[in-house]
């Protein structure tokens, strides 16, 4: 896709608030890693287009940058960390299920009768929607969501379609800390953050591609018949690739889940070191329960079995899931803590653990 | 001249059952020798035999095809044992296995473990039970609850029709609590709750199919012993009661018989499509016979061979991936099903 990206962003000066940033007349990083989304300006005017908003789509979304939304409706929990790093929790109004957030300041906000809860039934309710008259909605649409967002412009609030879930690299999904960023007007600082995440990731990434010695990675667990994991192109096999690993399935090309039969799962992976991410499976003996031939895999013998639940929210949601994505920094610090403590010995790591 | 006639029909049926069992050896060692992974057939010889080279290959027969295609044999007869006896029950040919609502009671059951399992989490970690078993635990005791209530309409109801839509409404109002609760749940737990119905026969262990085998054993042996009754119901209600049956024992019976059946596969399996429904009317279509003494062990036969064939495609042999058994139950089973019913241009058997 074509990147147009100028220089020079105009300010639009007539809506700045009292606690807008003053956006100086300066050039402004390119979007490196996200493909999903880029900016461009016309004139006086500037825009942030989302090239797929959602999967398969034909055309792209454009949005006028002017004047910035205070009162927003998410319905991603994992947009809600932006927010939170852009400090402007407060512009999030509404969010479809409030149990489903493990952020310890919008639980807050949320009991504090200051989020509204717009889906207690599971779905986003219009009426609700309506009736704290949001000033733009940030949504995604992974295909069954299309017919209540359209529904939602029609009632002539603004949808903002973000598609980051679409992303294949850990910083190509963190980076639309920039499409929030423009959206609350806060460039420079989503700029900023990106780019220290950006070098931090880089640096780690450096410091695990240097070890000679990649250890093996099993990863999944079995539903049904079926043992769901990652494919080769997929986020988690990036990361374990960075985090210096032998992911088993790196040859595979599918960027999304791969659904393979026990036995053959079990052929290539009996003998992998590690076992990284497990579902919903918190303990060995939770997992012996599910199926006794876990108990047959070399990593889980030697105790090597990691999942992401060291942090959960109060209502089970794993954090991972939540503000994982928009920190691949930490996850990769996880990892190679994982694979190759030795390297970074003073780390404590904050979503992976070793279950027991 | 009777008996040399009867002489000959004896033959042609031993004939028959002695194909049928090697039919089913012949998909047994097939289901083992084939999967995603692929193993020479040497090995698998060598295996039995007792020497073996490769202990990842030997763990694969021994833990995963095996147990497999037992709990193929087991589901495939179990779920065609209970169609056969519930068509016969209701003399209706589209009645089957969960007709009375047990596998929406054992749905129900799955549900509120999956749906309400984080509330429920501290508490099944501190009984020590194990995931697997819970599951299995809830869907019979959903399957038990339904048929409870069935069979005490059964007790007040004399026609055989209005227990059939008592089933049928029960299971339809099940179904729509467990619509409920996946209305009101995360999307991981509907994912499990939807791979849960795709029906799964590689996910039982041996602890779960020594359970499960004993009881299916039960109910097949005591399902030769109900043949006689199921014999006099298809005269009609009115005849058999007049021939001497206890038409309300007999029903009862029945119903405790298929439901544990039906039940014991679901809880352990999911809900396993089509089998139950089709396979006895493939082996009417087969073998012409109505006589449930020769049905019950054709239909047992046929229901274990055609479910072990199923699985062997389901597995897609030689690649990694798998299809979900009940996609691939209807799929090939329902135009064998259409192409035996227009060679045979119509059903010339009838209730």
């Known amino acids: 896709m074509n990147r147009l990206i100028f220089g020079i962003i105009i300010l639009i000066g007539a809506c700045s608030g009292p606690q807008r940033e003053k956006s100086t007349v300066s050039t402004i990083e390119e979007v490196q890693y996200a493909k999903g989304f880029h900016f461009e300006s016309e004139g006086d005017q500037r825009y942030l287009v989302v090239d797929e908003p959602w999967p398969k789509a034909t055309k792209s979304k454009k949005y006028l940058l002017n004047g910035v939304p205070k009162r927003i409706v998410c319905t991603s929990t994992s947009h809600l960390p932006f927010f939170e790093m852009l400090d402007a929790e407060e512009s999030v109004i509404g969010f479809p299920n409030l149990n489903y957030i493990s952020s310890a300041v919008f639980i807050e906000r949320a009991n504090a009768g200051l989020l509204t809860d717009l889906g207690p039934d599971g779905s986003m309710n219009m009426e609700l929607l309506l009736g704290i008259n949001p000033d733009a909605v940030v949504a995604f649409d992974m295909g069954g969501e299309s017919k209540t967002l359209a529904k939602i412009e029609e009632a002539g609030i603004p949808v903002y379609y973000n598609s980051d879930f679409l992303e294949q690299s850990p910083l190509g999904r963190a980076e639309w800390i920039k499409f929030f960023g423009a959206l609350l007007n806060k460039e420079k600082k989503a700029d900023s953050i990106f780019s220290e995440i950006a070098k931090e990731y880089n640096r780690l990434k450096e410091l695990a591609g240097a070890v000679k010695n990649k250890p093996t990675i099993l990863s999944g667990v079995v539903y049904g018949d079926t043992w769901f994991l990652p494919g080769g192109n997929n986020w988690a096999a990036t990361f374990f690739k960075n985090a210096g690993g032998a992911y088993l399935w790196d040859a595979d090309t599918t960027s999304g889940w791969l659904e393979l039969s026990f036995e053959a799962v079990y052929e290539k992976g009996n003998d992998a070191e590690f076992w990284i991410g497990t579902s919903t499976l918190n303990t060995m003996v939770e997992m012996e329960g599910q199926d006794e031939r876990y108990a047959t895999f070399r990593a889980f013998k030697n105790g090597e079995v990691y999942n992401y639940n060291k942090k959960i929210g109060p209502n089970g949601g794993y954090d991972f899931f939540e503000s994982g994505y928009s920190r691949p920094d930490l996850v990769l610090s996880d990892l190679i803590k994982t694979l190759h403590p030795e390297l970074l010995p003073e780390y404590e790591t904050v979503y992976f653990q070793n279950i027991k | ?351």
């Open chain 2, 1 to 351: 001249m009777i008996e040399s006639q009867l002489d000959e029909s004896k033959k042609k049926w031993k004939k028959v059952f002695l194909l049928l069992i090697l039919v089913l050896l012949t998909s047994f060692i097939l289901s083992i020798s084939l999967g995603s992974v692929q193993i020479p057939f040497s090995f698998i010889v060598n295996h039995f035999i007792g020497s073996s080279d490769n202990e990842v290959w030997s763990n694969i027969i021994q833990n995963f095809r095996i147990p497999k295609t037992l709990t193929s044999i087991l589901a495939g007869s179990a779920l065609a044992i209970s169609g056969l006896q519930m068509q016969t029950l209701f003399r209706n040919p589209l009645a089957g296995p969960f007709i009375l609502g047990i596998s929406s009671g054992a749905g129900l059951g799955v549900a509120l473990v999956i749906f309400l399992g984080f509330w429920l989490g501290g508490f099944i970690e501190m009984t020590g039970i194990g995931r697997n078993w819970l599951l299995v635990g809830a869907a019979g005791l959903g399957s038990f609850i339904v048929l409870s209530v069935v069979l005490i309409a059964s007790f007040r109801i004399r026609s055989g029709v209005s227990l059939l839509i008592i089933g049928l409404m029960f299971g339809s109002a099940v179904s729509a609590l467990v619509s409920i609760l996946q209305y009101f749940s995360q999307a991981e737990n509907i994912q499990a709750y939807v791979i849960w119905t795709f029906g799964s026969l590689g996910s039982l262990s041996w602890g779960e199919l020594n359970v499960m085998m004993p009881v299916i054993m039960v109910s097949l042996i005591f399902s030769f012993l109900l043949s006689k009754s199921l014999n006099a119901l298809l005269l009609g209600e009115n005849y058999a009661e007049s021939l001497g049956l206890n038409l309300k024992r007999a029903r009862m019976l029945i119903i405790i018989n298929t439901s544990l059946l039906a039940g014991t596969v679901t809880a352990f399996c999911g809900p396993i499509a089509f089998i139950g429904l089709a396979v006895p009317h493939i082996a009417r279509m087969l073998f012409n016979t109505g006589n449930h003494l020769l049905l019950t062990p054709l239909v047992i036969l046929l229901g274990s061979i055609l479910l072990i064939v199923f699985d062997i495609f389901a597995q897609l042999p030689g690649m990694q991936e798998t299809l979900p058994i009940n996609a691939v139950t209807s799929l090939f089973g329902a135009p064998f099903v259409i192409w035996l019913i227009l060679r045979k241009s119509n059903l010339n058997y009838s209730f």
